[in-house]
């Protein structure tokens, strides 16, 4: 197991892309479950911060004091099978998204979240339970977990399956894979109604226990193994960034392409997520100054916000009338269809503002 104790190794791994920098006395790089379980033992009472690729922008990696522990060396893919209906793939936690994306999308395979940032790693993903763009569609991470393997704090070993173990009420209890018996209380805390939400633990009474770890950022303990579902993947995505004049029209058109004021699309949208002003101000500003998206024309003054939508489908033809149905939908929320940054497969463009 590698140990980072020198000053400027040290200096790269005490920040993630919160900008925050911590401190630590070492940072330790395991290469496999033996290695976690020495570290609990070697250090029972220090405090202890785990970090799977520091793409976090809530500092949850950035160790204050004690030691890091760092995943990115555990980043072998276990397992996969699938078929044409899918398949599932276990990860260790280093996995990084993009790998996993390069590793299967040649089977035809799929995994749907997407936390914008693709080297984020399935560890850090899972512990986040981050989401994304195409939550609208599929959720968060946490749907597309499967099973978990994890070294908890002092080192024993936990195994869970979806759907095999879960809490009775409040009260929840584990058999730890050396037999031990954990017993606990959940905490009796309402948990927001709104579909995208990602603070804190997720608690409810009668909850699926691999819910407990996923999303709780590193304080229960080490998720040592991952296993993904994983969906068969479509053959075309569409993309388009729909400019605005106002927001009342967004609202108008988000409503119309959710299906809201009646089914208008062939299609159900994979993702659509709202641009404000102040995103467009920071895209202008980086248009002019030629450091993103040169090859597109400048964004209108007059556009006052976007909405992405993205549709994907197997069938073209499909996917082509969805976005024709859309710049329908756009003229009936009071804005121009022309006035849309669109691509097909993320790299051919077939239409521009
Ligand atoms: C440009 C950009 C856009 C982003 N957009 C989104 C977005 O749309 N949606 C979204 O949800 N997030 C977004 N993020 C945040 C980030 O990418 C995710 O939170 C990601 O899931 C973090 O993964 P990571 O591997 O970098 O984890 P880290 O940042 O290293 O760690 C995150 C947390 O997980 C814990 N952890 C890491 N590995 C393990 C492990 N093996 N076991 C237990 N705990 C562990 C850490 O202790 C920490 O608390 C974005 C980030 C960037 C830079």
Redesign the pocket.
């Known amino acids: 197991m590698k140990t980072a104790c020198r000053k400027e190794i040290m200096k790269e791994y005490l920040r993630?892309?919160s900008k925050q920098t911590g401190i630590s006395d070492r940072i330790l790089f395991p290469e496999t479950e033996e290695d976690i379980m020495r570290i609990f033992k070697a250090y029972p009472d220090t405090p202890i911060?785990?970090?799977?690729?520091?793409?976090?922008?809530?500092a949850?990696?950035v160790p204050n004091g004690g030691i890091a522990v760092?995943?990115e060396r555990?980043n072998r893919i276990l397992d996969l099978t699938y078929n044409e209906d899918g398949g599932t793939v276990t990860v260790q936690?280093?996995v990084?998204l993009q790998s996993l994306r390069r590793h299967i999308a040649p089977l035809g395979l799929f995994f749907p979240p997407?936390?914008?940032?693709t080297?984020?790693?399935?560890?850090?993903?899972?512990?986040?339970?981050?989401?994304?763009?195409r939550?609208f569609r599929y959720g968060?991470?946490r749907g597309h977990i499967l099973a978990l393997d994890?070294v908890l704090v002092g080192g024993t070993k936990l195994h869970l399956v979806r759907g095999r173990k879960h809490a009775e009420g409040n009260q929840f209890q584990f058999v730890t894979t050396c037999g031990r018996l954990l017993k606990g209380t959940l905490p009796s805390i309402r948990m927001p109604e709104a579909k995208k939400h990602?603070a804190g633990y997720c608690l409810r009474p009668d909850m699926d226990l691999i819910d407990l770890?996923i999303g709780?950022?590193?304080?229960?303990?080490?998720?040592?193994s991952i296993k993904l579902k994983l969906i068969p993947q479509k053959q075309y995505t569409w993309g388009g960034v729909l400019f605005l004049p106002d927001e009342a029209s967004a609202l108008k058109l988000v409503r119309m392409l959710r299906g809201e004021m009646g089914n208008i699309l062939c299609l159900r949208p994979e993702a659509l997520e709202f641009f404000g002003a102040d995103t467009l101000t920071l895209l202008r500003q980086a248009q002019r100054e030629k450091t993103v998206l040169t090859q597109m024309e400048q964004i209108r003054e007059d556009a006052c916000c976007a909405v992405y939508a993205e549709y994907a489908s197997d069938n073209r033809a499909l996917m082509e009338q969805a976005f024709e149905q859309t710049c329908q939908a756009m003229e009936a929320a009071g804005a121009d269809p022309y006035r849309t940054w669109a691509a097909i497969n993320h790299y051919h463009m077939i239409n521009s503002y």
């Open positions: 993630d892309e911060t785990l970090q799977g690729a520091r793409t976090g922008v809530t949850g990696c760092n995943m555990m936690p280093g990084l997407d936390p914008t940032e080297t984020a790693s399935l560890g850090g993903m899972a512990s986040c339970n981050s989401s994304g763009a939550s968060a991470v994890i990602t770890f709780s950022e590193g304080t229960l303990g080490v998720l040592t």
